[in-house]
Structures are given as structure tokens and as C-alpha cells.
């Protein structure tokens, strides 16, 4: 059975995304970055505290990021309006003494963050300002609530983000795209049989014993059993637990705009060793995320002419469900409703 895809390129709203590597900001520091098609910046105040808002002055549209952060307000780089981590204009230093105008009535969009494992996520609603507050908690990596991540690696992948979501979850491609020693070195295709259930706003992969122990889970203690669960907008996450260790994988995709995203790929471990030879794992998490990225690059050459596309049972049934929740998820936002998962519990199979 196949199934077409709906292709239009709208971003969901109302949901958290990945914005950046909480260490990408220091105390006192502003960090702009394109989310959405939007300008934000990202500032930490003195007391480390993280705040983002849109990165325009509405003055007269110079980014607030060319700025710098003053005390814990942000003073514009023109004329140096000042606003503070509410997005709320404090100080408008070419005013006279009487000349008292509301300042409060200069608003810079302000979007609720968090920073938990290390990370820092953004809200991004569909309304103007940002006061609409999340009615949902943000994605936790499981195991390791007070931790922050041991290795991060990022990259650009240049398509919509439904193409970067779609290749995280999809089982056939393994065996083709990432043919390595250390990971897969032959294309000899096995079956596969795995069960589902529906998860918040995503599904999950129910926990089983790896039939593969390849060299990579030989390294880390042998006998792994996972558990791959993937939330919305494009939230990834893999636990690994084997006779030893806790290895937990989290990849989030975060759309900077209609043609461009962002993939990030997140370890959490018990492993001792691993942070040590963080230097040396990083090429090859680089190298794994580079075929991905490859073949997306390829197929962009195909979609200039607006192919349709194709989904088939049941290796593509989790993409599948990837373009039902988020349509779902576009429809319970309009209605004002509760979500409802449209993923049943079901086992699928598929060689790969
Ligand atoms: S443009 Fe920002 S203060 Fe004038
Ligand atoms: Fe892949």
C-alpha cells in the first residue's frame, strides 16, 4: 500500500523546539539565531538566567543582537533603547526629562524558554507576542534529569524539516546510507519485526533486545536492549541499556526556515570513558550525520520538480504517522482541542 504526502511546508507552532546548547551561552552574553524564518536572540543575564526575544528593535529594526546586554537589559546598538528580559522597553535615552511617553507600549515579542539537560528550548507560538504561555513541558531524556549532555554535534541539513524528521525514522535506509565498518558493512538485508505504542504527541518503539550487537554495542556492555521514542516537532530518542551501561541518543530538529534545518544529536551516558574520548567519537558521530545530510542534499535535486512521493507498508508507516500527528497537531491547535494520537499500538515489519 502506498500513501502520498501532504507537502505543504507549514511549521508547527505551539510547541517547543531545540534552540541551542545551553553552553553556546555565556553569563552576560547574547547569541542571535534564525528559528522558523524568525529572528530571535538569546541572552543569559548575570545570574545566569536565559531569556529570547525577537531579534528586531522596534525602533527602527536593527537586531537587538548587534547590541550589547546591559546589566540584564539589552541596549540597541542605534539609538540605545533599552529592553528588558520581558521584551519591554525600559530607557529611551533621547528623551527629555518631560517629555514622558509610556514605554511600556514598546514591546519586543518575548518566547518562553527552558534550560534542562544542558539544553535550551524555545516555545514558539502562533501569536504576536509571545505571552502565551506552553501548556506542555518540554522533551526529558529519561535517567538523566539533572545531567547535561557528554557530546553534541551539529548540522545544517538544507531542505524543509519534514525531510530531516522523516530520515531519522526511517528503517530501510540503514543498511544503504550508512555502510561503515564500525557500524554496518554490508547490505545483507534482515527481517525486522518491532512494536509500537503511542506516546505524547509521537510514538515509541517498545524496549527489545538488539538481535545485532554490533562492535559499536559490544563496546559499551553487551546484551543492549532499546527503546527509540519520537515526540513533535522532530524529537528523537533512543536509550540504549546494556549489561553495563546507559547510553542515551537524542537528536532534535529545529527548522531556521522553509529551506534549511537544523539537526543536533545529543549524548547522555554512564559510560566513564566516554567523555575522555569525546574527541576522537565526534568524527564519527559527524560522519554518520553526513550521510544523512548527503542523501537529503540529493534529494533536493529531485524535488525542484515537485515529485510526488511515495509511503510504503510498513517500512515508511512511522513516517507515515509522522505526517498524521502533524496534521493532528495542526487541526487540534485551529480547533482549540485536545490532541488526540492518531498511532495505534501495533507491531510492524520491514528488512532492513
Ligand atoms: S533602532 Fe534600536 S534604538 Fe533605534
Ligand atoms: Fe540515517
Redesign the pocket.
Same mark, same amino acid.
Given at each position: 500500500m502506498t500513501l502520498s504526502i501532504d507537502q505543504k511546508q507549514t511549521f508547527l507552532r505551539n510547541i517547543w523546539y531545540y534552540a541551542i546548547p545551553g553552553r553556546q551561552l555565556k553569563a552576560g552574553q547574547m547569541f542571535a539565531k534564525q528559528l522558523l524564518g524568525e529572528p530571535v536572540v538569546f541572552g543569559r543575564t548575570q545570574g545566569g538566567e536565559v531569556f529570547a526575544l525577537r531579534d528586531i528593535?522596534? #525602533?527602527?529594526?536593527?537586531p537587538?543582537s548587534c547590541?550589547r546586554l546591559h546589566g540584564d537589559e539589552i541596549e540597541?546598538?542605534? #539609538?540605545?533603547?533599552r529592553f528588558d528580559r520581558t521584551g519591554t522597553c525600559t530607557l529611551?535615552p533621547a528623551l527629555n526629562e518631560n517629555q514622558d511617553l509610556d514605554l511600556s507600549k514598546f514591546q519586543v515579542r518575548r518566547y518562553p524558554v527552558r534550560e534542562v539537560q544542558g539544553n535550551i528550548w524555545i516555545y514558539m507560538s502562533d501569536r504576536d507576542r509571545g505571552d502565551v504561555e506552553p501548556t506542555h513541558e518540554v522533551p526529558m531524556v529519561a535517567g538523566f534529569e539533572g545531567d547535561t549532555y557528554q557530546a553534541v554535534v551539529t548540522m545544517n541539513f538544507p531542505c524543509f524539516i519534514d525531510h530531516a524528521v522523516v530520515g531519522l525514522m526511517d528503517p530501510s535506509h540503514v543498511p544503504f546510507v550508512h555502510r561503515a565498518w564500525w557500524w554496518r558493512t554490508d547490505a545483507i538485508l534482515t527481517p525486522e519485526i518491532k512494536a509500537f505504542d503511542p506516546s505524547p504527541y509521537g510514538f515509541t518503539m517498545r524496549r527489545h533486545r538488539l538481535e545485532r550487537q554490533t562492535f559499536f554495542y559490544q563496546l559499551i556492555g553487551g546484551d543492549a536492549e532499546v527503546e527509540i521514542a519520537f515526540s513533535l516537532p522532530g524529537v528523537r530518542i533512543e536509550q540504549i541499556v546494556t549489561n553495563t551501561s546507559r547510553v542515551a541518543n537524542m537528536t532534535v530538529i529545529t527548522p531556521i526556515s522553509e529551506t534549511e534545518t537544523e539537526v543536533t544529536t545529543l549524548f547522555y551516558t554512564t559510560i566513564g570513558w566516554f567523555k575522555p574520548l569525546q574527541p576522537l567519537l565526534i568524527p564519527f558521530i559527524r560522519t554518520f550525520l553526513g550521510q544523512d545530510r548527503e542523501m537529503v542534499v540529493k534529494q533536493q535535486i529531485g524535488l525542484k520538480y515537485n515529485p510526488p512521493l511515495m509511503l510504503i507498508r510498513d517500512a515508511d508507516t512511522q513516517a507515515k504517522w509522522y505526517y498524521q500527528l502533524r496534521s493532528e497537531f495542526i487541526k487540534s491547535r485551529a480547533e482549540e482541542r485536545e490532541f488526540i494520537n492518531p498511532v495505534k499500538s501495533q507491531v510492524l515489519s520491514w528488512r532492513s
Open positions: 528593535c522596534p #525602533h527602527r529594526a536593527v537587538l547590541g540597541c546598538a542605534y #539609538h540605545g533603547w529611551i
